[in-house]
């Protein structure tokens, strides 16, 4: 299971690796002048935080709503998550105690080991697509830092005004 964690570790680092050496410049005006575009946020460092602990990106880009909530769902599946595997593992043994004494067990125990299997994996399921919705989140936020957001969506073009009264 670790093994797995870190090879999806390495291979989120080196999909969003190719960032780093990405910029931006825009032409300032008509003239050949030009002003080079630093983003104030690095996406892979929003993204690098992300991974390590979960929300932590988040506040790096300074959306500090957002990180309770990414908390909360890791808590919340995580803690179900906890409950099942130890029911799963509570049925198992009744099961093999059941075994030992009848030599052929109860289908009852099996059944809601099963059961309680099931749910397990579906909240490991649910941790692994909030863990990648945080790291999703925190790359699309560093790239949007930067982006301007004017009070007036039109600008300083003119507009026609039309009422009708009845």
Known sequence: MERRIIKIFFFIAILFS??????????????TTQQKFV????????????????GWGQLYNRSYWKAPI?????GYYLYYWIKNNN????????????LRETKDGNSNYITSRDIY??????????????YFLNLMDAYVD?????FDIKDEPFGQTARM???IRF
């Open 161 to 163: 005004n039309l009422k």
């Open 39 to 54: 983003m104030q946020k690095s996406p892979l460092g929003a993204v690098l935080r992300s991974a390590i602990i979960p």
């Open 87 to 98: 029911k799963y593992i509570d049925w198992g043994d009744l099961y093999t105690k059941s």
């Open 117 to 130: 299997h099931d749910q397990r994996d579906l909240f490991a399921i649910y941790i692994a697509i909030t």
């Open 70 to 74: 990414v908390w909360g769902f890791v």
């Open 18 to 31: 190719s960032t780093i050496a990405q910029t931006d410049s825009v032409q300032a005006s008509a003239d």
């Open 142 to 146: 560093a790239h949007l830092f930067d």
